[in-house]
């Protein structure tokens, strides 16, 4: 079975950074696309941002020039380096990748828990 395990959440002031960390586990074959969802109350979850295997990047208009995503292939982990947060990026973060297990032909998603985020003075 496989899993995504996040960690790196809090509570920070408004300017202020966290670092998220995303790490799969289980009998994986190969992962491919990662990247990390958010949804705050009342709304719906929205992509932040996504990192392909081969390193290709797509960010929400709303935290590009804030938010740094990457990956390490062989640890099978992705980051979240989160800069000059605001308020309105309080949420709970989740992890999403698409994953190969060993034994089948097919990539299919998998989500974490979750972690929550929450910018606030």
């Known amino acids: 079975q496989v899993q995504l395990v996040e960690s790196g959440g809090g509570v920070v002031q408004p300017g202020g950074s966290l670092r998220l960390s995303c790490a799969a586990s289980?009998?994986?074959?190969?992962?491919?696309?990662m990247g990390w969802y958010r949804q705050a109350p009342g709304k719906q979850r929205e992509l932040v941002a996504t990192?392909?295997?081969?390193?290709?990047?797509n960010y929400a208009d709303s935290v590009k020039g804030r938010f740094t995503i990457s990956r390490d292939n062989a640890k099978n982990t992705v980051y979240l380096q989160m800069n000059s947060l605001k308020p309105d990026d309080t949420a709970v973060y989740y992890c999403?990748?698409?994953?190969?297990?060993?034994?089948?032909?097919?990539?299919?998603?998998?989500w974490g828990q979750g972690t929550q985020v929450t910018v606030s003075s």
């Open positions: 990192i392909t295997r081969g390193g290709t990047i």
């Open positions: 289980g009998r994986i074959f190969s992962i491919n696309d």
């Open positions: 999403n990748a698409k994953v190969r297990p060993y034994g089948s032909l097919w990539y299919g998603p998998i």
